[in-house]
């Protein structure tokens, strides 16, 4: 797939400390197959679905053995400059821009909610190989934060997104667009999150049968935290790996309902 339009995620990574088990887990839901591991960037191993890349999962460095967490990468033009437009807007600049050999530069950031996130300057590596409809490719995200505000007023200025909101008393969910598609959702965090969990991006993997790829995962030692569940854009679930990675798993060909009602925020 070519380069994306600044702002659409492109890629996904996650440290875990057992890289085996995380490959052994991935590999057995989502049907991954694993590349050698590059030693000379931090046994960095990319994952593909039927031979197309679709994330990678690497060690933790030094001093960065906590929390696994998957983060997900906006396209950028110039990485430097989307760093500037972080630190301008509040957020927080996690790790200067670095350059990855000839694949790419990269930096993470923090918004002023606390969601941590990648930025991509593709190289050689443009990205994600694998459609989203795919079976085990990336299809979807979501930012899940306390404060909505925060999150709905800087993403829209880092990168060149419009909002919509959806119509729903139940839930705060927003959307951001590029270019006329939509690429990313935004969640407010109720008191059903415990206070422990931190705001984080929550991506979506493709899954040709939701329950199925849901009964893989608790057998091995995953966590359902909700679902599954049919909505008009697919039946999915959401869960923890044996790590305690927070993902979700969504059929696209199944859905279920009418489409809810949004409104242009302007």
């Not at 994952?47 to 990468?73: F, I, K, N, T």
């Not at 505000?149 to 839930?171: G, H, I, L, R």
């Not at 305690?244 to 009418?258: L, Y």
Request: aromatic content about 12%.
């Amino acid at each position: 797939m070519a380069v994306q339009p600044e702002g659409t995620p492109c890629w996904a990574d996650a440290m875990f400390r057992d890289v085996e088990g995380a490959k052994s887990f991935y590999g057995d839901v989502l049907g991954w197959t694993f590349g050698e591991a590059s030693s000379e960037y931090g046994n960095y191993t990319q994952a593909y679905a039927d031979g197309r890349a679709v994330a990678a999962v690497v060690p933790p460095m030094s001093g960065q053995e906590g929390h696994s967490q998957w983060c997900l990468y906006f396209a950028s033009p110039d990485a430097a400059a989307t760093a500037g437009k972080i630190r301008d807007n509040g957020g927080e600049v996690v790790m200067e821009p670095m350059q990855v050999g000839d694949f790419g530069t990269m930096c993470l950031g923090r918004d002023p909610s606390g969601v941590v996130f990648g930025v991509w300057q593709a190289g050689a590596h443009e990205g994600f190989e694998a459609p989203p409809e795919q079976p085990g490719a990336y299809c979807w995200a979501e930012v899940f934060t306390r404060e909505p505000e925060k999150s709905d007023a800087f993403f829209p200025a880092v990168f060149p997104y419009t909002a919509k909101q959806m119509q729903d008393e139940a839930v705060d969910f927003r959307m951001f667009d590029v270019e006329g598609n939509t690429v990313l959702g935004r969640m407010k965090m109720t008191e059903e999150f415990p206070p422990e969990v931190p705001p984080y991006i929550n991506v979506y993997f493709a899954v040709d049968d939701c329950d199925d790829a849901v009964a893989r995962a608790t057998k091995l030692g995953g966590v359902l935290r909700f679902g599954p569940m049919d909505t008009p854009f697919g039946r999915f679930a959401a869960l923890s790996d044996p790590q305690g990675a927070n993902f979700s798993v969504i059929d696209v060909t199944t859905t279920s309902g009418e489409m809810p009602q949004i409104t242009d925020v302007p």
